[in-house]
């Protein structure tokens, strides 16, 4: 019952990313995304826009659920 919206709201911001050529950059476990942003900051060259979307799996606790 908790899952469509999240689903919803990770593939529409999947779709701007896509629509708009913005790199969605998954990052991996401990990766430092300043360092990301930074180096993705000082190749941007438009005048203003969306330098990049960063997507990072998180952990969280859902209640509710059984466990097999």
């Known amino acids: ?3 469509p919206i999240p689903r919803r709201f ?3 911001i999947e779709r701007y ?10 990052f991996a ?4 995304k300043d360092d990301m942003a930074h180096q ?3 190749e941007f060259t438009a005048d ?3 330098v990049l979307m960063g997507k990072a799996q998180e952990k969280g606790t859902v209640y509710g659920t059984e466990k097999p």
């Open 48 to 50: 203003e826009g969306v």
């Open 10 to 12: 990770v593939e529409s």
């Open 29 to 32: 476990n401990g990766q430092r």
């Open 40 to 42: 993705r900051c000082a």
């Open 17 to 26: 990313a896509q629509d708009n050529r913005v790199p969605l950059i998954p």
């Open 1 to 3: 019952m908790v899952e």
